[in-house]
């Protein structure tokens, strides 16, 4: 897709492969045993989402990204007057939380707060939601979100914790190479994650058909030449990136994008590029428990957070100005009747306003 070379790292935690998984090999080691829950160290598990890594720090999958980012700045320093675009993307953090070496053992997980959201009793929440807190501890696979118990909480917080530790160490490396080698004035730098996790707020775990802010609502921070340092309060959105990074680097955009440039909010992190975001979730799953595979819309404006779901005749409206932390859902609320009915109607424009519009037609008046 356009990369001049590409090193991939496929799956999460422990057990990545790709193009990780051969130079493993090379290194001398063998990953059917240490890679695993099968291979993990002793270690007591509140659930099946934590367990110990055989695998070295030296070795983990993190070490591995920064390494090989890292020598490929040293590579292109050779070459400044040629431009180039490094794709760093790291596994972690992710479930199974499984950080390598001291990581494991860097937080406390009796020291670490509950969520203010743990306790919702998720009285008017869509039927999912309330069957997994009426099984809270109980997981039904590795993949499916799940209501925790303060305990498993706490015990993958703290794996968590190690992951991004780990994470923050490779970032530095990597600002850091950036600056050795003499780029970093001349080097926009773009920090984002493509999805978030509920983790523990609203007493849930993991992501999939909910669209609370924890899964929503992601990092995004750049800096680069002639950026001040500030704080937007803009809705942006994942579409936005590509339209940003071509702006940047002075390259029109094409036709049929969707999203928008977030360089004016460079400028002034005050002025607005956006008023709503349009998030689109689908799964192979039935994760509703209505027969068919999960498909589920949401609108979120400044104020308004909608959500529907395909098969259920249930959905989520709050009032995100009066209710920030989403805990009371004002779907069936015959008050909240007239903003249900003006979100609905705005989500079916925009779900035309964002449909592919190629081939580019010509108008003819």
Request: net charge negative; charged share 25%.
């Amino acid at each position: 897709y356009g990369f001049e070379e590409v090193d991939l790292v496929v799956e999460h935690s422990d057990f990545c492969s790709g193009h990780y998984y051969q130079w493993l090999l090379e290194q001398g080691v063998d990953p059917t045993g240490l890679q695993g829950q099968k291979n993990a160290l002793p270690f007591e598990a509140k659930s099946r989402q934590v367990w110990k890594t055989r695998v070295p720090t030296e070795l983990y999958s993190t070490s591995y990204i920064t390494q090989r980012t890292v020598e490929f700045l040293e590579r292109r320093a050779q070459a400044p007057e040629s431009p180039w675009l490094a794709f760093c993307s790291y596994p972690d953090p992710h479930h199974p939380f499984t950080p390598p070496g001291k990581y494991f053992e860097m937080y406390d997980p009796e020291k670490i707060p509950l969520p203010e959201t743990f306790g919702d009793a998720h009285a008017e929440s869509v039927p999912h939601l309330r069957r997994m807190i009426a099984h809270r501890g109980a997981q039904r696979g590795m993949i499916t979100p799940f209501a925790p118990t303060a305990e498993q909480f706490r015990q993958m917080a703290a794996a968590e914790y190690g992951m991004l530790a780990m994470i923050d160490e490779g970032v530095g490396a990597v600002l850091d190479a950036l600056e050795r080698t003499g780029q970093g004035e001349r080097t926009f730098v773009i920090f984002t994650s493509d999805h978030g996790d509920v983790f523990g707020d609203h007493g849930l775990m993991l992501k999939g058909a909910m669209h609370y802010e924890g899964c929503i609502r992601v990092p995004l921070a750049i800096a680069g030449p002639g950026i001040d340092p500030g704080v937007s309060r803009s809705l942006a959105s994942s579409l936005d990136l590509a339209q940003t990074v071509l702006e940047l680097g002075g390259v029109p955009a094409h036709h049929g994008m969707q999203g928008v440039s977030l360089v004016p909010l460079l400028a002034n992190p005050g002025a607005r590029v956006r008023d709503h975001v349009l998030v689109e979730e689908e799964q192979m799953a039935d994760m509703l428990g209505v027969g068919r595979a999960l498909r589920m819309r949401t609108l979120v404006t400044e104020d308004s957070r909608l959500t529907l779901y395909d098969g259920s005749e249930e959905g989520e409206l709050f009032d995100l100005e009066r209710d920030p932390r989403e805990l009371e859902n004002l779907w069936s609320r015959l008050d909240a009747r007239a903003r249900r009915t003006e979100m609905l109607e705005r989500l079916a424009r925009l779900q035309m306003e964002y449909s592919d519009p190629s081939p580019k037609q010509r108008f003819v008046a």
